[in-house]
């Protein structure tokens, strides 16, 4: 086989082994970019990477707002109609993390300190980053640093931070400058378009605004209080931002405040004696509007900033630790007989805690706010690799996040009528619901973000059982989007009467605008049928609310018959010969692809062939098939499966961060358990051991939601059927055991995966229907239910 070889004894990985915390004892700018991503803090509205308090060492700078963006206009060097026009890119808000520090007149500067001591980390438990260090000064002082910062989980537009100083030796004077700084100078207002194939030289370079982005709208100064407030120049998006402080020293202290449009510092000049710490703590708010004056903005900051003052630091750091204890006791996964593997699977929950938390109808971007990596941009992978994770622990928040797609409907209709389709069309990438994507071909093209999105209400339905929800919002994407395939797909005319799709790109962009991409019409054929019989369910269950889905569509009833039809006669390529599923109608005709040629250099494949040579060869930048049968799972046999994926593994390159967690969890059900376990670990340490060379432009969200599916649906085999669960179970050889918990129709359960085995129990709440064989159960609290491995 062709793939490239996992790297012995992932040697990246220098962080100790903690199995709660990610840690480190040294301090290196080797790797900043990384480690601001690694240890960066955010609650799926407000990020903050992890830069230093003293602000001057960082590969970028980044405090990010979801959703806060300024467009700017796609320049094509050759137009065409329906080609994307506006660009969207999330903006660097300003920085409030900035805490400097000097001892007699002595700046900090990590890169050069002498530091006897030096930890900072992480902690998945309380949601705090913290750093403690001794710093011997260049007079020879030795001085106790420590601080701790905190994005709020509980409270959307709050962070608090701490810095804490204390000389050890002897007296000297302490200045702390505490600083709101909009960053304008163009050095550092860092945005990655981070883009398709096509989009760019390197989809991982910077790329930078060429105008000031944020307008100065308003400077306030109060008694202990600051708050600047900014427009977008383009996108007319405002924000307003604003601190407080509090002092905790028995030494004698001065404070002055100095307010700019750009730059608001608070200074604290401390006389410092030794032993006696000096305590500052910073409240900092941010809000953010489409539209909503900078001023009202700024009054919303105030009233942030006294309600967590009235609190306290100490109930909201107790806020966070409950908030994240609920979270824990439904999210976390213990893996026993792998302490670093341990580690890392929680790093990669914590990450999805992160990017979901508090989006609050928003959507999910592909770096949640812990980089500005694809621009800031909401892709399928929210529904394909997130939405799940959120359905079975979180489903309040995966409600949310479908309920983005339904408030981005009618853009999706009107984009649905640019490309000449009847329904709606999802963007491929987007902030504002727009599609930003300049290059059609991996872009536009991948028109199966609609089923996508399909797949994600079903998901979240089967999980929670919210008929609400598809009664209301549900229903009429369903219609919509299997409008769309209707439309697009057609009948063909020579032979037996069959339904393709043309034109499309899958999942795989190393495959562009092909005829019946197999993934794309296996989850087209879900769409319709899901759509129909959903609708048809809707009528007789709720027959108010389908009335009211036919006003507001103009549904005929009709159009479930065509749907069903479409579906029924819908194309899968199929060759008989090699007894797969061709990626396309015409991927077997491709040349191979020349691997013994190819250096291990020149991966990722995108950065160093054009898109035509790529486009001409048999070789995946992601198993589209592979995918296919990963989701829609219980529609292949496990021998199809096999041959599928025997055929696609060996020509896929793993260039896309989301190849490793699908192919784990499909190696698991062929039963190549070693090789699962291979691409578990891949995907496991995608970021923490940067296998991809861009972790520095944010976490991999999605990547860590396939990390969660690589563990549920992977080793432990869970299917769900809608009306019951299934589970295979698959324990690697290397582990001792997993546990994990799911929520399922208001009712908690525990899964302990062994050796031997796999027991479900139920915590709480009412029966959860398995199926095992041909034996039918409802698991109830009294009677676990025990499934062999087989």
Not at 112 to 126: I, N, P, Q
Not at 394 to 416: G, H, N, S, T, Y
Request: charge should be negative.
């Amino acid at each position: 086989m062709n793939r490239l070889p996992l790297p012995d004894g992932l040697p990246a990985f220098r962080f100790p082994v903690d199995p709660w915390r990610l840690v480190e004892r040294e301090y290196s700018n080797d790797d900043l970019g990384t480690t601001e991503t690694l240890f960066a803090l955010g609650n799926g509205y407000l990020g903050m990477r992890a830069n230093p308090e003293e602000g001057r060492e960082a590969h970028s700078h980044g405090t990010y707002l979801n959703g806060f963006h300024e467009t700017w206009q796609i320049l094509h060097a050759e137009d065409a109609f329906g080609f994307a026009k506006t660009g969207q890119t999330i903006v660097n808000v300003p920085d409030a993390k900035l805490m400097k520090l000097y001892v007699d007149d002595e700046p900090l500067l990590l890169a050069s300190a002498d530091l006897d001591t030096y930890e900072r980390a992480v902690d998945f438990r309380h949601g705090v980053l913290t750093r403690d260090m001794i710093w011997r000064t260049p007079s020879g002082k030795r001085v106790r640093v420590s601080s701790q910062r905190m994005v709020s989980l509980v409270h959307r537009h709050l962070a608090v931070m701490t810095l804490e100083v204390t000389l050890l030796d002897s007296s000297a004077p302490i200045v702390i400058s505490s600083q709101l700084l909009n960053r304008q100078d163009g050095e550092d207002e860092y945005h990655v378009r981070s883009a398709a194939l096509g989009e760019g030289k390197d989809p991982r370079q910077a790329r930078k605004f060429d105008h000031r982005v944020l307008q100065p709208r308003l400077q306030r100064e109060r008694v202990n209080e600051i708050v600047l407030g900014y427009q977008c120049a383009n996108s007319q998006m405002t924000l307003a931002c604003g601190t407080r402080h509090r002092i905790e020293t028995s030494c004698d202290a001065e404070v002055v405040t100095d307010v700019g449009a750009d730059l608001a510092k608070t200074v604290f000049t401390v006389r410092a004696t030794a032993g006696d710490p000096v305590k500052i703590t910073k409240l900092v708010a941010y809000h953010s509007s489409n539209g909503v004056p900078a001023q009202e903005l700024a009054d919303r900051c105030t009233r942030t900033l006294e309600r967590a003052e009235s609190e306290g630091s100490d109930r909201l750091l107790s806020e966070q630790r409950e908030w994240l204890d609920e979270f824990w006791s439904n999210s976390d996964i213990e893996l026993r007989g792998d302490d670093r593997a341990q580690q890392a699977l929680r790093w990669n929950l914590f990450q999805l805690a992160q990017a979901s938390a508090r989006t609050q109808e928003q959507g999910i971007a592909a770096k949640g706010v812990t980089g500005g990596g694809y621009d800031g941009h909401y892709f399928w992978d929210t529904e394909v690799y997130v939405a799940p994770f959120l359905a079975y622990t979180m489903p309040e928040a995966a409600r949310k996040v479908i309920r983005f797609r339904w408030k981005m409907l009618d853009a999706a209709r009107q984009r649905a009528r640019e490309m000449s389709q009847v329904g709606a069309l999802y963007p491929w990438r987007t902030i504002n619901g727009e599609e930003a994507s300049a290059y059609y071909a991996a872009g536009t093209a991948q028109y199966h973000i609609n089923a996508a999105i399909v797949l994600a209400i079903r998901r979240y339905l089967e999980a929670s059982g919210d008929i609400d929800f598809l009664s209301h919002e549900g229903a009429e994407i369903l219609v919509e989007t299997a409008r769309l395939w209707a439309d697009l797909g057609f009948y063909s005319s020579n032979g037996s009467r069959t339904f393709h799709i043309h034109r499309v790109t899958g999942p795989d962009e190393y495959t562009t605008v092909v005829n019946d991409n197999f993934y794309t019409n296996v989850m087209a054929r879900f769409n319709l049928r899901y759509a129909a019989r959903t609708v048809r369910l809707l009528s007789s269950w709720h027959p108010e609310a389908f009335e009211r889905l036919c006003r507001t569509t103009s549904l005929d009833l009709d159009e479930l018959d065509a749907w069903d039809a479409a579906a029924d006669a819908m194309f899968l390529p199929f060759d008989e010969e090699l007894g797969i599923n061709p990626q396309d109608s015409e991927f077997l005709d491709l040349e191979p692809w020349d691997w013994e040629t190819t250096p291990p250099e020149n991966y990722p494949l995108l950065l160093h062939y054009h898109p035509l040579v790529i486009y001409r060869h048999q070789v995946l930048k992601q198993a589209d098939v592979v995918l296919a049968m990963y989701l829609r799972s219980e529609r292949f046999p496990v021998e199809q499966k096999r041959r599928n994926f025997d055929y696609y593994d060996p020509i896929t390159t793993g260039d896309s961060s989301l190849s490793a967690c699908v192919q784990a969890v499909v190696a698991a059900e062929v039963g190549y358990d070693e090789l699962a376990l291979e691409y578990f670990t891949r995907s496991l340490y995608l970021d923490l051991c940067d296998s991809h060379g861009n972790t520095a432009d944010g976490v991999h969200v999605a990547s860590a939601g396939g990390v969660w599916a690589g563990i549920v649906h992977g080793f432990a085999g869970m299917v769900e059927q809608g009306d019951h669960l299934e589970f295979s179970p698959r324990l690697p050889s290397a582990w001792d055991g997993v546990t994990f918990h799911l929520l399922r129709h208001g009712s908690r359960l525990r899964i302990d995966l062994d050796v031997e085995g796999l027991t479900l129990t139920v915590l709480t709440g009412g029966g959860v229907p398995i199926r095992h064989g041909d034996d039918s159960v409802l698991v109830t609290v009294d009677e676990p239910y025990r499934f062999p491995r087989e």
